[in-house]
């Protein structure tokens, strides 16, 4: 049975980016040599969901598709897009009742509210950066109606701290 668990970085007032889409806060962190727990959650994934948005911001990373090695990566989009490098879905039910193993839902905010809205997370772990944007993207918007098991908290360096959850059963 599949495991979808969202993994996200978010600011300690809820926001995924700021309202352009960047992602800049995070900058001061990844220059600290902490990977604030992903190498071992990367080693856990089979593969990787991710909005076009999303990808279309990190693929052009030089060391994207090295530090992904080995998973599959699927991009959910309506619009016609074309990458060799990654397999495309549009339907979240359909993808989670079709691929075998742990995805690792990425982002973006659209298409975690549409995992949600069918009820399809199993986990969340909450990066939370110790930032306040005060207006961005929010990680929930609108979203109500879960109660969350608390699993684990880890704390690192620069006051970033893990928050990782499943559903209450």
């Known amino acids: 049975m599949n495991k979808v668990t969202l993994s996200i970085a978010t600011?300690?007032?809820g926001y995924i980016a700021r309202e352009n889409g960047s992602v800049d806060f995070l900058d001061e962190f990844n220059k600290m040599g902490t990977n604030f727990g992903m190498n071992d959650f990367i080693k856990s994934v089979d593969i990787i969901a991710m909005g076009r948005i999303t990808y279309n911001q990190y693929s052009s990373h030089?060391?994207?598709f090295k530090f992904y090695k080995g998973k599959q990566i699927y991009v959910f989009t309506r619009s016609k897009f074309e990458d060799s490098r990654i397999e495309?879905?549009?339907?979240?039910?359909?993808?989670?009742?079709?691929v075998d193993g742990h995805i690792w839902l990425?982002?973006?905010?659209?298409?975690i509210k549409s995992f949600y809205n069918l009820?399809?997370?199993?986990?969340?772990?909450?990066?939370?950066m110790p930032v306040i944007l005060?207006?961005?993207i929010p990680l929930f918007d609108h979203l109500y109606g879960t109660r969350l098991h608390l699993v684990a908290v880890e704390q690192f360096?620069?006051?970033?701290?893990n928050l990782h959850y499943s559903k209450s059963e």
């Open 62 to 64: 030089p060391d994207f």
């Open 119 to 128: 009820e399809l997370i199993d986990e969340y772990t909450l990066t939370i």
């Open 134 to 136: 005060g207006n961005g």
């Open 106 to 111: 990425l982002g973006g905010a659209s298409l």
């Open 157 to 161: 360096e620069g006051g970033v701290v």
């Open 11 to 13: 600011t300690i007032d």
């Open 88 to 98: 495309l879905a549009r339907d979240p039910k359909q993808f989670v009742d079709q």
